[in-house]
């Protein structure tokens, strides 16, 4: 039968080893793993995906919306209305991953230089700032962004973040000082 200390000693030696082997193979595959999970690279608009994640719109809806409202003119101009937002002539475009079928987010800089670089094919281009930036926040990880900032109509956040299937969901929530909040959402795939 042998001696049972030496039993106990193979069993443990038997044991480390496999940890030992089980560690090196993650240490191995964990760099393309934390590289699939990672926000930095080049991605394209799934658009079926995109139509699936849309958060159902529900309209406010008033007892008053149906009824003939009164209008004032002057010189044949209407005057605007107390409850109609103003034109949105002045107020700042939504942002630009809402328009762009393809997104590159590259890291520029480390420590307190650190820049996030994203380009939205034709819809132009920005550089992102760790903490508050000219009333722009923004923070980020290896697989999370997340950034926001104020108007004078309205609020702006935005959430880049990896899914569980490697995809990247971007929501954009547009909160305007009167009306219904908006929440967009988009789905991305790593490109090849």
């Keep these: 039968m042998g001696d049972p ?9 038997a044991t480390v080893a496999a940890a030992a082997v089980g560690a090196a193979v993650l240490g191995a595959a964990s760099p393309a793993a934390a590289a699939e ?17 849309q958060p159902e719109v529900r309209e406010r809806r008033s007892v008053f919306d149906n009824m003939p409202r009164t209008t004032v003119s002057v010189g044949g101009v209407p005057l605007p209305r107390a409850d109609t937002p103003p034109a949105s002539g002045g107020s700042s475009p939504d942002p630009k991953v809402l328009r762009t079928p393809e997104l590159v987010i590259e890291p520029r800089g480390d420590g307190a230089e650190a820049r996030l670089h994203l380009a939205y094919g034709n819809a132009g281009s920005e550089t992102l700032k760790r903490g508050n930036d000219q009333g722009l926040v923004s923070r980020w990880s290896d697989d999370r962004l997340t950034s926001r900032y104020e108007t004078t109509s309205r609020k702006v956040s935005q959430v880049f973040e990896i899914r569980d299937d490697g995809r990247l969901l971007v929501t954009v929530k ?19």
């Design 5 to 13: 200390n030496l039993r106990r000693l193979r069993t443990f030696l």
């Design 174 to 192: 547009l909160d305007p000082n009167r009306g219904p909040t908006l929440i967009h959402k988009r789905v991305f795939d790593r490109a090849p």
């Design 37 to 53: 999970r990672a926000l930095a690279g080049r991605w394209i608009l799934n658009e079926t995906l995109t139509r699936e994640v």
